[in-house]
């Protein structure tokens, strides 16, 4: 029966029958909690699309580093990545900065310029006789069960780098967040900050992507930050609440993923992602919806005149 | 007299090529209270830009204290307008006022006593201390430039630059504010506020700056705040109705 089938699949992935479950639920975990924080910068800053931009950037380094070298070598593949998607979050804000581009325009230019550069080279690769076994593919909406342990490490090294590196960085980075101007003018150097943001956000990207795949990389930076927003007033409980859901969100797609052969890590972990952010849209604290009709509600009740006293 | 503590050196300044403020210049001495006026598009917020140092003059120079400005940072306190930030931002009013102290504490060093100390004095002096624990959205307009100037206070320094402070505030803060500005003063720093109510000029400023592109006048400001100079900076779309003493009225 059907449902047999699906017990024995959970029961296999919680008693990590396989070590490569294991890693897989480990990346996807990681690369939640990587994203929730970077992207909570991101997101209020007003850069949520930076994030799009530099994920679907990432695409042409994959494949131009696998077209280059011949070999599906992970580190040769992310460097790619990394020096593809710096140049694209570069571009974006370089353009932005310049008056006849808006940043919407200019992350609407990069995004789709890189895109489709990758996908060229992606279909270039598929007519190479190394390349249909490459499995590029997989770097579109991610593979988590195809990360092997040493990738896995890595992943935890870079991830914990970036990490402390934004921990050291907090104090400015949230000063220039909230308010650039005064940042300024007490002597930051906010240019130099942002380059820092944009590159660890290229960081963040280019670590995740194995896991959630270009596509999608910029859901993960945007869904548990916005989630978190509704959870709470203070910037740390935000940071602290959108990276607990963004690893709980990669917990669950990747058991998702496991559940349901064929379904991509990427599109399970955003579905997760997604159903807290509903969950946080009705009842949190800040904005909820159904949390502000109950105070409404409450607020005129307790003003309403003529009550027997 | 000692230095003076902001000198302005023929500053131009441009957007696009276009300049909205033309070979500035004026100094202001020290342990006073100025006011930056004149028209919508004058240049006076693109001028405290170059003051605090976001916007780097096309030609000419701001010393502070006799010193290039970018050396003097340290003394200068900016307080933005408020409708430069999103106030919409997950912060409580007590976490702003305590950006203050980043000067002090630097990346990680500890919110010691001597922090925390200027923070609870700061929050007192603008009457904040119950709102604290509020989400800065959650404030009044009033309440929020009152934060503002906390942030301020806590960060300390000798020259404070406030870009219009007053604009969508009750009257009750304004006062507080006044009064606060005052007490800056007196205490021998420098305040230059950018201000729009020509009706109340007379009674917060000693000095005056006004601005339309070109600089009209600088000076104490029952010498510089006359018809003629008023004229000159509005053009002809003013009207002065001078009441009794020092009560003056622009009308569009």
Known sequence: MLANLYIERAREFFYFQYDFVAYALGASVLVGIVCGLVGTFLVLRGFSLIGDATGHATLPGVAGAFVITGVQHPVALLAGALVSGGLGALTVGVFSRGPRVRPDAAIGIVLSVFFGVGI?????????????????????FGNAAAITPGQFWGLVVVGAILCAAIAVFYRPLALMTFDEAYAKAMGINTMALEIGLLAALSVAVVISIQAVGVILVAAMLIIPPSTGRFLSGRLSMVILWSMVLGGLSGALGAFISYLFAGVATGPAMVLAATGFFVVALLFGPQGGVVTQSIRRRRRQASVAPGGAS | MSEAAVTVDGVTLSYDGEPVVDDVTFSLPAATLVGVVGPNGAGKSTLIKAMVGTKKPDRGQVLLFGRPADNERGALTYVPQRGAVDWDFPITAGEVVRQGRFQSTGLLGRFGADDRKAVQKAMESVEITDLRHRQIGALSGGQQQRV?????????????????????????????????????????????????????????FDRLVLLNRNLIACGPTNEVFNEDSLRDTYGGRVAIVTKSGDDARAEK
């Open chain 1, 120 to 140: 060229v080279l992606l279909a270039y690769i598929q007519g190479l006789e190394t390349g249909r076994q490459a499995g590029l593919e997989q770097f579109l």
């Open chain 2, 148 to 204: 503002f100037l906390a942030r301020a206070l806590a960060q300390g320094g000798e020259l404070f630059i406030l870009d219009e402070p007053f604009a969508g505030v009750d009257a009750a803060t304004e006062s507080a504010i006044v009064d606060v500005l005052r007490a800056l003063r007196d205490s021998g720093k420098t305040v230059v506020v950018v201000h729009h109510d020509l009706m109340t000029v007379t009674d917060y």
